[in-house]
């Protein structure tokens, strides 16, 4: 029974995204590209900024969360400079058609 419940409620959100989310979101296809890039890159931000966050005073989960949205801030930036344009932003995205105006 629990598996058929499973299956269904699958089932459902699947055609829940179709039918709402199947438009292309620009910022959130701006999000989703750099994705193949910061995967590699967040594990040597993090622990630099769990390293810096060791004397503050902040419960785990806050601490986890702020060194994660740093890791980010601190990535996208590289991401958007360097490598969406460059070589390994087509390696990575496949080849970037020109934006109009």
Do not use: C
């Not at 986890?64 to 590289?78: H, K, S, Y």
């Amino acid at each position: 029974m629990f598996a058929m419940a499973s299956h269904g409620s699958v089932a459902v959100l699947i055609g829940l995204f179709m039918q709402y989310l199947s438009a292309e979101i620009p910022t959130m296809r701006y999000l989703s590209d750099p994705a193949y890039f910061l995967y590699p890159g967040h594990m040597p931000a993090l622990i630099m900024l769990q390293q810096a966050l060791v004397p503050v005073y902040f419960p785990q989960l806050a601490k986890a969360g702020l060194a994660l949205a740093g890791a980010t801030a601190m990535l996208l930036p590289v991401y958007h400079y360097r490598v969406r344009r460059g070589w390994l932003g087509e390696v990575l995205n496949g080849r970037r058609h020109p934006t109009p105006l």
